[in-house]
């Protein structure tokens, strides 16, 4: 990436439509109602040839206290800040209006590189909003559809003498790309770090973990549930290991769930999930294991991710060790498919219990990337059978003949038997839990298959056949007879 643009203006310009556009996918959440993007979110853009990092930000408004509007616009006046390049974005059917006079200025001091597009020009209708942008003070303003795609062609042309300009500064920063070893475990690098997703019910302090683990306030944070609406991602260097880290939107029980934005925000955590390695289920101490978070926690670990629990607001429980009892016993009994797995105290207020958090993050990770070798695995197979033999349904005995994995992340093993559709879901997770216990998988999600192994000879069955170059020789005597 060669330069980080920003897309700024009023709510409902069409900003998160363009990032959508450049990145090539649909990853900020786009609807017609005022105010959907609330965070900073960062991809990945191509235009022709070029190649940038674009941020789509909050809409811009004249707010500047402690509300929750005036917090957007101060995480926006941040993104622009850091930016190389800021494009302020216009309505062209609506004109210019006196916020865009105000921002305008602001932009001028702030950004040294300020583009001004005048969204929504299709049609006649557009003219006279397009014709108002030059009393803005920002030069000719560049005539756009984001939405049907038109005027890319102007946009890249006024971005190619900026690109230049950060092309050298992007070839110094360029960082070393690693080699991935298949079926071993993935070290994290600056251009492949570690994917995780931070997940739970609204309110548990999502934004608050990040933003101290970044050490900075770059999510939009506050005491309003629901402030988060999309997988927003952020990278960071913790403790010397570069993740990528997910903040989603809090996940309510299904018929909570009514207006279209919060389904939206929903089905996105679910994709961050999916595309996460690790998964942090954050609770509340206060409400801990509420039947939403046991929901959150069986998601991740159905999609097959390394799951790490947390318990947040720490730092205001009475009662610390009567209560981490208590909390280690109802885990155990109410997530038994994320057996052993890591429970971890924080405080995301005052940054208490981080460094545990992450050293459990990167233990569940190498767990989730661990390969047993098939010789002790059999090993491990006969020992089992001999404390426990499998049962025998309907008089015949089910024979275990080997076990070996298959693929990593996460483990996936295979057993071959005979009768695997009558083996009892029992003495499967007999086998998982003998598993985890032995070869020291605590909490990882563990798949296990049972195929039958046929003994029959393939050639049983077929009839004996005589060659055909030697069947036209049957029957005739030789000529000398």
């Given at each position: 990436m060669t330069f980080t643009l920003a897309i700024v203006g009023r709510p409902n310009v069409g900003k998160s439509t363009l990032f959508n556009r450049l990145v090539g996918r649909r990853l900020a959440l786009v609807d017609n109602q005022p105010?959907?993007?609330?965070?900073?979110?960062?991809?990945?853009?191509?235009?022709?040839?070029?190649?940038?990092?674009?941020?789509?930000?909050?809409?811009?408004?004249?707010?500047?206290?402690?509300?929750?509007?005036?917090?957007?616009?101060?995480?926006?006046?941040?993104?622009?800040?850091?930016?190389?390049?800021?494009?302020?974005?216009?309505?062209?059917?609506?004109?210019?209006?006196?916020?865009d006079q105000v921002f305008a200025e602001i932009l001028r001091k702030k950004n040294a590189h300020v583009l001004l597009v005048a969204n929504k020009g299709e049609g006649s209708a557009a003219d006279s909003g397009v014709i108002e942008?030059?009393?803005?003070?920002?030069?000719?303003?560049?005539?756009?559809?984001?939405?049907?795609?038109?005027?890319?062609?102007?946009?890249?042309?006024a971005l190619m003498p900026i690109a230049d300009k950060f092309a050298e500064r992007a070839r110094a920063d360029a960082p070393d790309v690693d080699v991935d070893i298949e079926d071993g475990v993935r070290v994290p690098t600056k251009a492949k770090p570690l994917q995780i997703a931070v997940v739970g019910r609204p309110n548990a302090g999502k934004s608050t973990l990040i933003n101290e683990v970044l050490g900075e306030e770059r999510l939009l944070t506050g005491p309003e549930a629901g402030i988060t609406r999309d997988a927003i991602s952020v990278s960071a260097d913790w403790e010397g290991v570069p993740m990528r880290i997910f903040d989603t939107a809090g996940m309510r029980?299904?018929?909570?769930?009514?207006?279209?934005?919060?389904?939206?925000?929903?089905?996105d955590g679910v994709r961050a999930v999916k595309f996460a390695e690790v998964v942090v289920v954050l609770l509340d101490a206060a409400v801990p294991f509420e039947q939403q978070d046991?929901?959150?926690?069986?998601?991740?670990?159905?999609?097959?991710?390394?799951?790490?629990?947390?318990?947040?607001?720490?730092?205001?429980?009475p009662e610390k060790n009567d209560k981490a009892r208590m909390l280690r016993e109802e885990f155990a009994r109410l997530l038994p498919q994320l057996r052993d797995a890591p429970l971890v105290m924080v405080s995301a207020k005052t940054g208490k219990g981080l460094d545990k958090l992450q050293a459990a993050i990167i233990r569940a990770h190498e767990v989730w990337n661990r390969r047993v070798p098939t010789s002790h695995l059999?090993?491990?197979?006969s020992a089992m059978v001999q404390a426990h033999p499998p049962p025998a349904p309907a008089g015949r005995r089910i024979k275990l003949r080997y076990a070996t994995q298959v693929k990593t992340r996460p483990p996936a093993f295979v057993v071959m038997c005979s009768y695997p559709e009558k083996m009892p879901a029992s003495y499967s997770r007999y086998l998982v839990n003998g598993l985890r216990a032995d070869f020291d998988m605590p909490g990882t999600p563990i798949r296990l298959t049972f195929r039958s192994q046929s003994d029959k000879n393939?050639?049983?069955?077929?009839?004996?056949?005589?060659?055909?170059?030697?069947?036209?020789h049957i029957g005739k005597r030789p000529a000398n007879e």
């Open positions: 105010g959907v993007t609330r965070d900073l979110r960062e991809g990945e853009a191509r235009l022709a040839d070029l190649r940038f990092t674009v941020i789509d930000t909050a809409g811009l408004e004249e707010a500047t206290d402690e509300s929750l509007q005036g917090r957007m616009r101060a995480l926006t006046e941040r993104a622009v800040e850091m930016a190389d390049v800021c494009l302020f974005m216009i309505d062209a059917r609506t004109g210019i209006l006196p916020a942008a030059y009393s803005l003070g920002l030069g000719e303003p560049i005539r756009m559809s984001a939405e049907h795609g038109e005027g890319m062609n102007d946009l890249f042309t029980k299904k018929a909570k769930v009514q207006e279209k934005l919060e389904k939206l925000s929903v089905s046991l929901r959150i926690a069986d998601l991740a670990e159905r999609e097959g991710r390394a799951v790490v629990i947390a318990v947040n607001k720490w730092d205001i429980e059999n090993q491990w197979l393939p050639y049983k069955d077929k009839k004996k056949s005589t060659p055909s170059r030697l069947r036209k």
